[in-house]
């Protein structure tokens, strides 16, 4: 195998450098920021996502750490359940839970396994060449806290730069951007493609120490408004809300702000945000790539997760497609395809689940309290009715299952002094 440069060490940037570490790649992951700390807030991992991280030796390790989804479902504001379900329900259909954990957590099991040095931090990606693979980095400050990174050998010596950084170059055999929503990569790639669209939507999360009610996580919905609660291991509750406002909002006591929005909802809420310190509650505008993108990769370069199909949280799936996809890379690449073969595998995948997603936001926008009322019987009846039908509208997403060639161990390395 070659040498891959990934670019962004989320958690789907950490995972495509696992698996393809595992295959025998040598990894260089560049991160611009000072540490892999993730932001506070809380995740649940699907059944197919559990399939993918069980490839790379992380599944099992994730469910141990993980507050396991009991009972489930959506609520109205009031309280009044409008679809609820059970684990063992869902993990008999789809061959396993959904498990919910601090996103924490599951970036740290995932650097765990990477070799030393592989992540480099405070290092900025200035530029990609799609058809050498050149990669163009500024590194700012510590690189790492173990030592040199090990790709500094292969990289052009460090130019005079502005005083602010050195600047370096490396070639690779294949680059993942794994850069987020506002990808420069993808902006660079595709200069064309509109970019991530605001889907109206508002959003905060924030963690909860001794929240939420043990092996119950809901979603409840009220006009335009979402809150939902997911209890984790240790005692903490996830929280996230959404509200149909203007993009560009913000500021202030946002945990006031969400008192005033969901303080007259039905119990725990208002006893959550109570106990919920100010400090700790985020708010982001909530953006998608509502225009696919015409490939998820160019000459050398592929897209990953965000970059590639930035989605709404209607679904669940956004951390999840970006395990899928990493794990898919690294199949295709340890097969000896090229990107288009990994474009082939996930483009029509990802872009269906990014516009299902986007269909439940409009339908949690809804504000008319007549709409409102014949969105939540449609939902009802639909369940009470024709359960079999309302359970498997998922299949296709929860059921999927990852490629089958077996991972190459890692290979031995040199001792260092």
Not at 94 to 103: A, C, I, P
Not at 386 to 393: D, E, I, K, N, Q
């Amino acid at each position: 195998m070659g040498r891959a440069v990934v670019i962004g060490a989320g958690i789907g940037g950490l995972t495509a450098a696992v698996a393809l570490q595992r295959r025998g790649w040598d990894v260089t992951v560049f991160e611009r920021a000072a540490s892999l700390e993730p932001v506070g807030s809380g995740l649940a991992v699907a059944a197919n996502a559990l399939k993918a991280l069980d490839t790379i030796g992380v599944g099992d390790e994730i469910r141990e750490l993980s507050a396991i989804q009991g009972e489930a479902g959506i609520r109205r504001a009031d309280g009044r359940w409008l679809v609820k379900t059970t684990e063992e329900a869902a993990s008999a259909r789809h061959g396993d839970s959904v498990v919910l954990l601090r996103r924490a957590d599951l970036v740290d099991a995932l650097s765990a396994r990477l070799e030393p040095g592989t992540v480099r931090l405070n290092t900025t990606v200035k530029e990609v060449d799609p058809e050498t693979g050149g990669v163009i980095f500024e590194t700012r400050g510590p690189e790492t806290a173990s030592g040199p990174h090990p790709a500094a050998d292969h990289a052009t010596a460090p130019e005079p730069h502005d005083g602010t950084g050195r600047e370096s170059q490396l070639e690779a055999e294949l680059v993942v951007a794994a850069d987020g929503i506002h990808s420069p990569v993808r902006a660079a790639l595709f200069p064309g493609h509109p970019g991530p669209r605001y889907a109206g939507v508002t959003s905060w999360r924030l963690l909860i120490p001794g929240g939420g009610v043990p092996g119950q996580a809901f979603e409840s919905w009220g006009e335009g408004k979402v809150f939902g609660v997911m209890p984790l291991a240790g005692g903490l509750a996830y929280c996230y809300a959404t509200d149909a406002v203007p993009a560009g909002g913000g500021g202030g006591d946002q945990r006031a702000e969400l008192l005033r929005l969901f303080g007259d909802w039905h119990a725990p809420i208002p006893a959550l945000l109570a106990s919920a310190s100010p400090e700790n509650v985020l708010r982001n505008d909530v953006h998608h790539l509502a225009t696919p993108l015409p490939a998820m990769h160019r000459g050398k370069v592929v897209l990953l997760g965000d970059a590639a199909h930035a989605m709404t949280p209607n679904m669940g799936q956004g951390a999840c497609q970006a395990i899928e996809d990493a794990v898919v890379l690294a199949h295709v690449a340890g097969t000896g395809a090229g990107p288009a073969a990994y474009t082939a595998a996930r483009l029509e995948r990802t872009t269906g689940i990014v516009a299902r997603s986007a269909s439940i936001c409009r339908v949690t926008r809804l504000r008319n309290p007549l709409a409102v009322r014949l969105r939540d019987a449609v939902v009802t009846l639909t369940w009470r009715l024709a359960p079999a039908r309302a359970a498997g509208a998922m299949d296709d997403v929860l059921g999927w299952t990852p490629p089958s060639t077996p991972a190459k161990p890692p290979a031995p390395q040199t001792p260092t002094s």
